[in-house]
């Protein structure tokens, strides 16, 4: 099956500065990727859908400039959050999709990295 | 606009025993895909099951089945002998097979199995 590697798993850093989470599909080339946030005890909330060499999909609400995605390969996506206050400690948790030719058992089916835990002290 | 909604914020059932939780959705789509989603205490999310839309057969991996009503728009998954590491949020998700592959989820059933 597909697998999905994330990290780092858990990250603190200072107010002010930038914080990079990586995703990476292990076996298997995603051209789509997921970024969800997930607050306690909630469901997992769309920031946005990051393709491979073009811009990322933004939801709605979700700052662009305050969490800037880069899928410059087809096996990694990094989500940047920039100049991170506290409200930005969430969960966040990245997922792929394996084309059908890849997977074909698999096929639309959303794998999901471990998750990174963010605290902006 | 898609739309899933999951009415049991909490469930709990002994070990051993079967149960049911319930997810209801709505959309004017007709080529869709459903899946039942855990969440365990280590928040790695885990595909537990999954059905296509036109496939009138309810899906089932091991204890775990599904009832799909499509005219309904319901979507239930049983859990049956359940064991202790069913513990976990299970999360009922949408994905329509048109467009972006976007999932939507439901706010999430928090199940636990008691010993």
């Known amino acids: 099956g597909a697998v999905v590697s994330q990290h780092p798993s858990w990250v603190i850093c200072k107010s002010g500065t930038s914080v990079k989470i990586e995703c990476r599909s292990l076996d298997f080339q995603a051209t789509t990727m997921f970024w969800y946030r997930q607050f306690p005890k909630q469901s997992l909330m769309l920031m946005a859908t990051?393709?491979?060499?073009?811009?990322?999909?933004?939801e709605q609400g979700v700052e662009k400039d305050k969490f800037l995605i880069n899928h410059a390969s087809l096996t990694l996506s990094t989500l940047t959050v920039t100049s991170a206050h506290p409200e930005d400690s969430s969960f966040y948790i990245c997922s792929a999709i394996a084309p059908p030719g890849q997977w074909p058992s698999g096929a639309n089916v959303l794998t999901f990295g471990a998750g990174s835990r963010l605290t902006v002290l | 606009a898609q739309t899933v909604t999951q009415s049991q914020p909490e469930m709990s059932v002994q070990e051993a025993e079967t149960v049911t939780l319930s997810c209801t959705y709505d959309?004017?789509?007709?080529?869709?895909?459903l899946f039942w989603y855990k969440q365990p205490p280590s928040r790695q999310m885990i595909l537990v099951i999954r059905q296509e839309a036109y496939k009138q057969q309810n899906a089932t991996e091991n204890r775990f089945s599904v009832n799909f009503q499509k005219a309904a728009k319901s979507f239930s998954l049983k859990i049956s002998d359940s064991q202790l590491g069913d513990t976990a949020m299970y999360f009922c998700a949408f994905m329509k097979l048109t467009g972006t592959y976007k999932y939507i989820f439901g706010t999430g059933t928090r199940l636990k199995v008691l010993a």
């Open positions: 959309t004017s789509e007709n080529n869709y895909y």
């Open positions: 990051s393709n491979e060499g073009s811009k990322a999909t933004y």
